[in-house]
């Protein structure tokens, strides 16, 4: 029998699983990102660092994909990737960036936007080395974004860079490590029903000062 075309429109689901009030957001923004952070990892999220990296090209061209996030802290949100990739292009162009976490299983979204900088160097080599070997052959294999012929051309890459450094050290590759995105602005999304979601944005005023604002949904 042929397979009945799927009704896009009407896919729904309403989001009954929690509210949010003002009074139950963390001044810092960081901290209430790490509180619900922890409540995504406590609830055995597959990837629950995964996220979405938006950038733009000097054109104003949008362009987006995952990426995993490694770090956290009061300076931002750490990522690491190819420098010479579409990405690392982009973000030297127009070093802006924003990010979105989306947990269905909680019903919850983050966005965040901001100015992005590369990590330091030893912070690049301190993750690197902290990576399986198979990923550190990889950094080296990969020319991220590039066309390539076929899989065998990356299978053969991948050859030649393990047998290069067959039992010695993987060295941080100087294409490869880390970027910062310092937030000027995170989102908190809690889906609600009848699609009136609570939605809490807070903006950066200062140093250290965030302002806190309802949106409508």
């Not at 054109?59 to 300076?75: C, E, F, H, M, T």
């Not at 931002?76 to 947990?103: H, I, M």
């Amino acid at each position: 029998m042929p397979q009945q075309p799927l009704d896009i429109a009407a896919l729904r689901h309403d989001y009954v699983a929690h509210g949010l009030r003002r009074a139950d957001l963390d001044p810092d923004p960081i901290k209430q990102f790490g509180i619900w952070f922890g409540e995504a990892a406590a609830a055995q999220i597959r990837d629950v660092n995964a996220m979405t990296l938006a950038t733009a090209a000097p054109d104003g061209a949008p362009s987006a994909r995952i990426v995993l996030l490694k770090a956290i802290s009061n300076r931002g949100f750490v990522f690491f990737t190819n420098y010479l990739s579409d990405k690392g292009r982009q973000l030297e162009a127009n070093p802006r960036a924003a990010l979105c976490l989306f947990w269905v299983q909680l019903e919850r979204q983050i966005r965040i936007e901001g100015a992005v900088e590369k990590t330091s160097r030893d912070e690049s080599e301190e993750y690197f080395r902290s990576r399986p070997l198979g990923s550190r052959l990889g950094a080296w294999t990969s020319r991220q974004s590039e066309v390539i012929a076929n899989r065998d051309a990356l299978e053969t890459q991948l050859a030649e860079v393990t047998s290069e450094y067959e039992g010695s050290d993987v060295p941080l590759p100087a294409h490869w490590g880390g970027y910062r995105v310092k937030p000027s602005s995170v989102e908190f999304w809690q889906g609600r029903t009848n699609r009136l979601h609570d939605r809490f944005r807070y903006t950066r005023e200062g140093e250290g000062a965030w302002r806190i604002d309802r949106l409508s949904p």
